[in-house]
T-cell receptor
Framework: QKEVEQNSGPLSVPEGAIASLNCTYS??????FFWYRQYSGKSPELIMF????GDKEDGRFTAQLNKASQYVSLLIRDSQPSDSATYLCAVLQAGTALIFGKGTTLSVSS | NAGVTQTPKFRILKIGQSMTLQCTQDMNHNYMYWYRQDPGMGLKLIYY???????DKGEVPNGYNVSRSTTEDFPLRLELAAPSQTSVYFC??????????FGPGTRLLVL
C-alpha cells in the first residue's frame, strides 16, 4: 500500500507568520499532488495542486515539490486565524484515486 | 448547480442493520469515489467508479457495496452494520486537472 506521511501537529504559529506544512510519499511514480484544507466538521476543499518540481504560488499559498526526495510542502504566508484547520496532503495513485495523509492541524493565534 | 450532494447528513444505526448512503452529482463527472474518515485520520478510499456500470474496490471495501447505474448517482450500501463502520463518509467526484470535489459528508454512528 502506497503511503503518504504528514506530521499530525498541532502546528502553532502567531498571526502574520509563515506556516510550513510537510508531506512525504512512498510511490516514486506519483505525478500529481494536492493540498486540501478541512475545517472541523466540514468536507475537504482544494487549496492547491502541483505536478512539476519546484514552487507554485497562489496568493498566500506556495506549494513546493521535490520528486527526487519524494517531498511536497505547503507554505502559508501572513497566516490568519481563519487558516486554522487541518491540512491534508494527497497523492494521485495509478492515475485513479487520491491517497491521503492523516493531516496536519494548524493553529494560528491572534 | 449543486455539485455533490449526500444524504442523509446524520444517521444512527443499530448493529446488524443495513442502509444506503446516497450520493448525487450534477457536474457530469465520470469518476466518483467513496471515502471514510475516522477521527484524527485522513480519508480512506472505500470504492470508486470510472463511469456508469464500472466500479472497483479501494483500500477498505469490506462491509460495503456500491453500484453505478447512472453518471449522476453512486450509492454506498452498508450491509450488517458494525461499530467499526462508525465514521464520516464522503463522496467525491473528479473533474479537470484531476481535482476532486467532495460532498458535505454523512456522519454515521453504529450502536
Amino acid at each position: 500500500q502506497k503511503e503518504v506521511e504528514q506530521n499530525s501537529g498541532p502546528l502553532s504559529v502567531p498571526e502574520g507568520a509563515i506556516a510550513s506544512l510537510n508531506c512525504t510519499y512512498s510511490d516514486r511514480g506519483s505525478q500529481s499532488f494536492f493540498w486540501y484544507r478541512q475545517y472541523s466538521g466540514k468536507s475537504p476543499e482544494l487549496i492547491m495542486f502541483i505536478y512539476s518540481n519546484g514552487d507554485k504560488e497562489d496568493g498566500r499559498f506556495t506549494a513546493q515539490l521535490n520528486k527526487a526526495s519524494q517531498y511536497v510542502s505547503l507554505l502559508i504566508r501572513d497566516s490568519q486565524p481563519s487558516d486554522s484547520a487541518t491540512y491534508l496532503c494527497a497523492v494521485l495513485q495509478a492515475g485513479t484515486a487520491l491517497i491521503f495523509g492523516k493531516g496536519t492541524t494548524l493553529s494560528v493565534s491572534s | 448547480n449543486a455539485g455533490v450532494t449526500q444524504t442523509p447528513k446524520f444517521r444512527i444505526l443499530k448493529i446488524g442493520q443495513s442502509m444506503t448512503l446516497q450520493c448525487t452529482q450534477d457536474m457530469n463527472h465520470n469518476y466518483m469515489y467513496w471515502y471514510r474518515q475516522d477521527p484524527g485520520m485522513g480519508l480512506k478510499l472505500i470504492y470508486y467508479s470510472v463511469g456508469a456500470g464500472i466500479t472497483d474496490k479501494g483500500e477498505v471495501p469490506n462491509g460495503y457495496n456500491v453500484s453505478r447505474s447512472t453518471t449522476e448517482d453512486f450509492p454506498l450500501r452498508l450491509e450488517l452494520a458494525a461499530p467499526s463502520q462508525t465514521s464520516v463518509y464522503f463522496c467525491a467526484t473528479r473533474g479537470v486537472q484531476e481535482t476532486q470535489y467532495f460532498g458535505p459528508g454523512t456522519r454515521l454512528l453504529v450502536l
